[in-house]
């Protein structure tokens, strides 16, 4: 009942007389004006009557003005409009109802009046109705007690001197208009009347007024719909929302105490009531760090905490941003409601402006009080930065600048250690005692550099035990740089066979190629380790290797690091093969497949390089096992191309039997196709259960083995042993079919458990694994599905030749005649790009796409290659003698390293200030001149190897200047493209500890600043100073009233017009019914008695059925009368009649008297029939006309 909102409650009592009074007003002087009008001029009347209507409510609305508000009673102009409106949209359509007055103005007065009275009684007793039926509403759903509090009740002795002004606190509503100048529209309706009253006239007199009267409503209904009808709330209510401050900055028992005084706080000042009550105020949390989320959102109840705030496992903490929780706030606050913020912070703000925001909120009308969290001052040291030259070369002396903030006013005592970091080791450049002064200290370490690469530079402060440092968050700091030189190689070789390539390294070496190793057992950690060189090469290395415990794999991290590399900071990346290279080395499927100009799979079917994979898991009983299953089987269906076959066996709990995870054609081994998704999403679903057999499951996955047409058959097994072993047949079978199996041993429960599945391995030609750390395991499944992989391996010897339209390219100059034999190489095939340039072939398989021995092409600011066969320990060995072998492999290398800048004169620059990193580059010709109107732009990445955009425009000749946010600490690598071609200009900055950690005092000016702003309709918030601890938060509460009102009413509206949009169409429907439908009344008082009398089983009266049988018989006797008298006046009408017709009025008076009324007399013979003669001769005249008429027929 969302209508009840547009009557308070409050004010029924005024309301009632208000609407009663209006009632009798302009229904009396509307009737007096028709009846000393409508005799004259009845058109006059049906024009006047609704501006009269109208006048007389004009200035009722003023008269109740000069009356009521004296006594206290008024509500307002715009409640007594509301009110009128209301009157005029539910209870005046009965202002036309169709009492029947005299016409004649001698009827007189009396009787006229006494119809207007009659008229009068129905709306108002419609509108007593009306308001018993609010009362009883509003009793059922606040109960009594809550109803004579809303009502007033309590204080109704105190009628005129406190009731009903108190009703100037109660929530005002009223309605308003989106766009009023459409209530002009209004104007028409008298229109309306009087064109329709004639075109209506077929209706009759009484249902021409109700269509009328029903059609105007329905336009007004519209016209008000069409004007933006909104009801508009003024409230009473109070949201206040606490921000909490949880940085670093403030110490964990003031944040602690912050709750504590939030709950107390809430509990001791807010209003509390009924939910429908105008004063029940809301409390909502918002805690905020380097951003702001909502702990608690504003709702009508006391704060409840338990422990920790749910909110701090998501937000960071590093830095403090005032602005962002005032803004969250503003959004989280409702519209029924004044509203104020209450801030409990230390005011060290280091991200946003507050100040400027908090102003916007003042203009809003939002208050803000502030609890100001005091620090004690305290000895502080920070590592402020480390600052390097921008310009380094090799071999030039440089000077590393460490800055050291001392913030205490004693000199403080400590080492101060530096060091330089090069691929991945520290290298100390000075360790010293020092004594740090009160302000700045600035330490220089001289040295130089000899090998051109990216060099991470930390500096770190140690104080002496009663130094008396408070934070060691802010002790340390880093530095990037990058030193250029010529191009360096860095060359990844697989640990098991670290000297595989070292001939090929010492051929490059003879050419001035600086070449660096680095085993898969011990990769590069970070993006900055690999600035220093210019082409990264993965020489037949697989993405894991080793075995058991020493498994090792490239993470997900570091092959991001090398594409990045690649696409953005512009260095070569090559792929050299071997048996653990492409995809038999297990990197299908990985960013660095999409970087390479070929794919590693084998999507040709005409080329039998098909493998089948059966996983068999069994439930491991180790600490989230599980999971660690799901994620080995989704990395060994990841390794399998798409014209491999994979299964998958596990046992149900529900069925109580091993089961295929899927089926395709009643298969469970299928082939992978363009199922790897759905093969991925059922295994984040799949639940293994503890297998009881090995003997069942095995004995499915031999029986799918032995028809499957793959050339290569592995099966992997990871079990804690337990299960029954498998019987001898079946592994005899498994022996004839040529399957291999691996098994993987975790949580097994001893010696014999891990013997059985070190048999299996045995027995079948696999290799066992005893794994302790559960971390190993997808390392060891992705070894083992390179098992899978071998068919993508040709070996055969043939001459591989080049193709014909690559013989001009760079890596092929000055390379003539045939190309050795090779013995062998790895299938892959070529992307379907135009950028892909295949260099070499091999003629076997037979499918060019999948014969490539070299390929290359450009993958964003840098080139990678391939080179599909070894580099000569395998299947190469005929090269090594070849005379073009160093110049091959040089020019291949060259190609892809990454270009150097011949033109132009760049230097970077860089600063870090409120959490952002500015970039400025400055571009100078070779003869020193300004470089201008670049296109430059940067890209980079931040320490979690997230991409970063940089916008680079120019402010001043040569000087070019981009700024990223830079809201990590640690190293953040650029590259900028200077839009001149060439390589991008590479740099580095390190971002250091947060601003969090500075800080050692409150910021009084912000805390002060806060809390002076005035509210727009209100009162300047309030500083609530004292110390913030558990023990002090009642006597913080004391000092002021959070939900106090003094400020502005919230002022709300919503729209209504659908209501009225929807009222106007039932309106229109009765308006069609009074048009469309005739309605007879006549039964209604027989239906009534009818009723009655059975009600009280009372038989009907008899006189009243014999009364209507005598008038029926009456009606059937005069009837035959007159036809007889009307026969006989047809051919004799000169027969006079002796008894004269009765009067049709006295039969019927005598058939509807008393049941003592004789009957009447039957007509006398004389009088009824003619004398014989007469008779006679009647007929004889008849009978001879008949004749005649029979003899001379007429013509």
Not at 224 to 234: F, T
Not at 450 to 469: L, S
Not at 680 to 707: H, L, N, Q, V, Y
Not at 732 to 753: C, D, L, M, Y
Request: contains cysteine; glycine residues 8%.
């Amino acid at each position: 009942m969302a209508w009840l909102d547009y009557i308070r409650l409050d004010t029924i009592p005024v309301s009632s007389l208000v609407l009663v009074g209006w009632l009798l007003v302009t229904g009396s002087i509307g009737e007096l004006w028709r009846l000393m009008i409508g005799p004259r001029s009845p058109w006059l009347v049906r024009v006047s009557m609704p501006l009269v209507i109208v006048a007389v409510a004009v200035g009722a609305t003023f008269l109740s003005l000069l009356v009521l508000r004296p006594l206290g009673l008024w509500m307002g102009f715009g409640k007594a409009v509301d009110y009128w409106l209301l009157v005029v949209l539910f209870l005046a359509p009965f202002d036309i109802w169709p009492v029947p007055w005299n016409d004649d103005p001698r009827a007189g007065w009396r009787a006229n009046l006494r119809n207007v009275g009659l008229k009068l009684l129905l709306p108002i007793v419609l509108a007593v109705i009306g308001l018993a039926i609010l009362w009883l509403y509003s009793w059922a759903s606040l109960g009594i007690h809550n109803l004579l509090i809303r009502l007033r009740m309590g204080r109704f002795a105190l009628w005129f001197s406190e009731w009903f002004v108190l009703t100037k606190d109660f929530d005002a509503d009223r309605l308003t208009f989106d766009q009023p100048w459409l209530l002009l529209l209004a104007l028409g309706i008298p229109v309306l009347f009087f064109i329709s009253y004639r075109s209506l006239a077929a209706l009759g007199k009484y249902r021409r007024v109700f269509a009328l009267g029903y059609r105007g409503r329905v336009l007004l209904l519209m016209i008000l719909a069409l004007a933006g009808v909104q009801l508009q709330k003024i409230s009473e209510r109070m949201t206040v929302m606490y921000l909490l401050d949880q940085s670093e900055s403030i110490p964990k028992p003031v944040r602690e105490a912050m709750i504590q005084f939030v709950m107390q706080d809430v509990d001791a000042h807010r209003h509390k009531g009924d939910l429908q009550s105008a004063t029940e105020d809301k409390a909502g949390v918002i805690v905020f760090g380097r951003e702001a989320t909502i702990e608690h959102p504003p709702f009508a109840d006391s704060i409840r905490s338990v422990g920790n705030l749910e909110s701090l496992f998501e937000l960071r903490t590093d830095a403090t941003n005032i602005g962002s929780a005032l803004k969250l706030a503003q959004a989280a606050f409702p519209e029924d409601s004044a509203k104020r913020i209450v801030i409990i912070t230390d005011g060290n703000e280091n991200l946003g402006d507050s100040r400027t925001i908090a102003s916007g909120l003042a203009e809003n009308g939002i208050g803000i009080d502030v609890v100001a969290v005091r620090l004690s001052a305290r000895n502080e040291v920070a590592v402020e930065k480390v600052s390097l030259p921008s310009d380094i070369r090799r071999g030039q002396p440089l000077e590393a600048r460490i800055v050291v903030q001392n913030y205490g006013e004693q000199d403080v005592k400590g080492r101060l250690r530096v060091v330089q970091n090069f691929n991945g080791q520290d290298n100390l450049l000075q360790e010293s005692e020092v004594t740090l002064k009160p302000g700045k200290n600035v330490f220089a370490v001289q040295h130089t550099i000899d090998v051109p690469a990216g060099y991470t530079y930390g500096a770190r402060f140690i104080p002496d035990a009663n130094a008396g440092d408070a934070m060691e968050q802010n002790n340390s700091a880093t530095a990037f740089t990058h030193v250029r030189g010529k191009g360096r190689v860095l060359m990844i070789v697989d640990a098991e066979n670290p000297k595989e390539f070292d001939p090929l390294i010492g051929r490059l070496g003879e050419l001035n190629m600086e070449v660096d190793t680095m085993p898969s057992d011990n990769l590069f950690t970070s993006l900055a380790q690999l600035q220093g060189y210019d082409c990264i090469v993965l020489a037949n290395v697989a993405r894991s290797s080793g075995g058991d415990e020493n498994a090792v794999a490239f993470t997900d991290d570091q092959i991001a690091m090398l594409v990045r590399n690649t696409e953005q900071f512009g260095c070569g990346l090559v792929m050299i093969g071997g048996p653990n290279a492409f995809g038999a080395g297990g990197w299908a499927n990985t960013e660095i497949e999409k970087a390479m100009p070929v794919d590693f799979q084998i999507k040709n079917s005409k080329v039998k390089a098909v493998g089948a994979l059966v996983l068999l898991m069994h439930a491991c009983e180790i600490p989230d096992g599980n999971n660690i299953q799901k994620k080995v089987a989704e990395e060994s269906v990841k390794v399998l191309g798409p014209m491999d076959y994979c299964g998958l066996l596990q046992w149900e709990n529900f069925t109580g039997g091993d089961n295929w995870l899927w089926f395709h054609q009643g298969k469970g081994l299928v082939r992978v196709g363009e199922r790897q998704k759905e093969m991925a999403s059922r295994i984040g679903r799949m639940t293994p259960g503890d297998m009881p057999d090995f003997d069942p499951a095995m004995t499915k996955a031999i029986k799918e083995f032995e028809t499957n047409p793959a050339s290569v058959k592995h099966m992997i097994v990871i079990s804690d042993g337990d299960p029954s072993p498998p019987s001898g047949a079946i592994m005899q079978r498994f022996k004839n079919a040529s399957v291999t199996v691996s098994t993987v041993a975790i949580g097994s429960h001893g010696p014999a458990e891990s013997g059985l599945l070190q048999r299996i391995a045995n027995q079948t030609g696999g290799k066992y694994y005893a794994v302790n750390n559960p971390k190993a395991i997808p390392k060891i499944f992705q070894r083992e599905s390179r098992r899978v992989a071998r068919p993508l391996i040709l070996e055969e010897r043939f001459q591989p030749y080049v193709v014909p339209e690559a013989r001009a390219h760079e890596m092929l100059q000055n390379i003539d005649g045939e190309l050795p034999e090779l013995t062998g190489f790895v299938m892959t095939t070529v992307k379907e790009n135009p950028l892909v340039e295949v260099l070499i072939r091999s003629p076997k398989p037979g499918e060019d796409s999948n014969a490539t021995i070299l390929a290359s092409w450009t993958y964003g600011a840098g080139k990678t290659c391939v080179f599909t066969s070894d580099g000569g320990q395998r299947w190469a060995n005929s090269w090594t003698d070849w005379e073009n072998y160093n110049k091959f492999y040089s020019q291949m290398i060259r190609w892809a390293m990454r270009p150097v800048n011949e033109a132009g004169k760049f230097t970077i620059a860089t600063e870090v200030k409120d959490g952002k990193v500015k970039v400025v580059v400055t571009a100078l010709k070779e003869d020193d001149e300004f470089l201008n109107f670049l296109n430059m732009s940067g890209v980079g990445a931040d320490p979690e190897l997230k991409n970063l955009q940089l916008s680079m425009q120019q402010e001043a000749p040569g000087r070019y200047v981009g700024e990223f946010d830079a809201d990590k600490a640690g190293s953040y690598l650029l590259a900028i493209n200077t839009g001149m071609g060439g390589a991008p200009l590479l740099t580095g900055i390190t971002v250091p500890y947060s601003a969090e950690y500075r800080e050692r005092e409150s910021n009084e000016a912000i805390l002060t600043s806060l809390a002076s702003y005035k509210p727009k309709g209100g009162e300047a918030g309030k500083l609530i100073d004292g110390p913030l601890m558990k023990e002090a938060v009642p006597e913080l509460i004391k000092q002021n009233d959070t939900f106090r009102r003094t400020l502005q009413k919230a002022n709300s509206s919503q729209d209504i017009w659908p209501a009225f949009l929807l009222l106007a169409g039932c309106v229109f429907l009765a308006d069609v019914f009074v048009r469309r439908v005739q309605v007879n009344f006549e039964w209604v008082i027989p239906g009534i008695m009818w009723t009655w009398h059975r009600l009280l089983r009372r038989e009907p009266a008899i006189t009243a059925d014999e009364r209507m049988d005598r008038l029926r018989n009456l009606k059937a006797t005069v009837s035959n009368q007159l036809d007889e008298r009307r026969a006989a006046a047809r051919f004799e009408p000169q027969v006079e009649n002796d008894a004269p017709a009765r009067d049709p009025n006295e039969v019927l008076r005598e058939a509807t008297a008393g049941g003592n009324t004789p009957p009447i007399p039957p007509p006398s013979s004389s009088a009824a029939a003619l004398p014989q003669t007469e008779q006679e001769s009647y007929t004889e005249r008849l009978l001879a006309a008949k004749k005649k008429l029979r003899k001379d027929p007429p013509s």
